[in-house]
């Protein structure tokens, strides 16, 4: 049975950069497809911090909503929105090959970095945010929301210094700015840089369409990663950065927890042979927890409740 692939996506030009990459690797393979654009609610609430919407998936609930009545057959996602735990009836079946994963300040100048000034960074992150504060005491951090170009118009209009974005994202629709800094020492959203693709379980000719597509090794790094998450039972509402990285039949991971106001850190680093893999994310997580990050993840959840 052969049947046109319907490729659901977010109308955000990243998005929509995103749903083309994977359609054109599917019609290069010989799959006929067509692209079916949907506004989220994440883009459309656009004046409240993610957290405080209380939904951890809301950028990629309405295509689970599409894909479950049938209106699309698959969907491409950031990886790095995706909820650890997919809804009922929903699958991962590929992760692209892993862009970048870091994080980038963009900025209107980098001496105030040297300043003992404060000055104000923008993002809608709370990881971002924690990480940035528990380098930066001094500044200030307001909240960014929006998609790529919406945010980087609103940094033009502000008189703030800089916005963090994943270099990922710039990169992939040409706005990456020559001067933006990289900051090799933020840890980065679990699967930041990585592309998902999900279908119904009960779809085999999709499923099998997209195996092809699958990256192993951004697969295992992205799912250990997501294990740490899970465990720590963080979505949007925790600062918790991860990465895992393949080298030489290796897996070196990194993992941290903040305090909302970056004063508190947790972290831990870890290698382990390839092919001992297999809940390397959750062992990391437990080790995390066990010192003291079970308490900090406790007093996050009471100020989460708290905003609500």
Not at 155 to 163: F, H, M, R, V, Y
């Amino acid at each position: 049975m052969s049947k046109i692939i319907r490729i659901g996506t977010r109308d955000s030009e990243l998005a929509l950069w995103q749903a083309h990459t994977v359609q054109h690797k599917l019609e290069e393979l010989g799959y006929d497809t067509t692209l079916i654009p949907i506004k989220s609610t994440g883009d459309q609430v656009l004046d409240k911090p993610l957290y405080e919407l209380g939904i951890t998936g809301i950028f990629t609930k309405t295509l689970d909503v599409a894909m479950l009545k049938g209106q699309i057959d698959i969907a491409v996602h950031s990886m790095k929105d995706v909820p650890t735990q997919l809804p009922k009836g929903i699958v991962q079946v590929a992760v692209l090959e892993r862009a970048i994963t870091n994080d980038i300040l963009v900025h209107k100048g980098a001496d105030f970095l040297e300043a003992e000034e404060p000055s104000t960074i923008a993002t809608g992150s709370l990881r971002r945010k924690a990480q940035w504060l528990h380098k930066y005491p001094h500044h200030q951090v307001v909240d960014l929301r929006g998609n790529v170009n919406t945010r980087l118009l609103k940094l033009i209009e502000n008189d703030w210094s800089g916005a963090i974005f994943a270099q990922a994202g710039l990169q992939r629709i040409k706005l990456l700015p020559k001067d933006a800094l990289i900051l090799d020492w933020m840890v980065p959203a679990p699967a930041q840089g990585a592309m998902v693709v999900v279908a119904q379980q009960s779809d085999d000719f999709s499923k099998e369409a997209l195996h092809k597509l699958n990256h192993s090794d951004s697969e295992i790094a992205t799912g250990i990663e997501r294990e740490f998450l899970r465990t720590l039972e963080g979505g949007c509402t925790a600062p918790i950065g991860a990465l895992a990285q393949i080298k030489d039949q290796k897996v070196y991971f990194e993992g941290v927890l903040f305090s909302l106001d970056g004063k508190e850190k947790i972290g831990v680093e870890k290698n382990i042979p390839l092919s001992k893999a297999k809940g390397f994310g959750q062992a990391c997580a437990k080790e995390v927890l066990e010192k003291g990050g079970d308490k900090l993840m406790e007093a996050l959840r009471n100020e989460n409740s708290a905003i609500h």
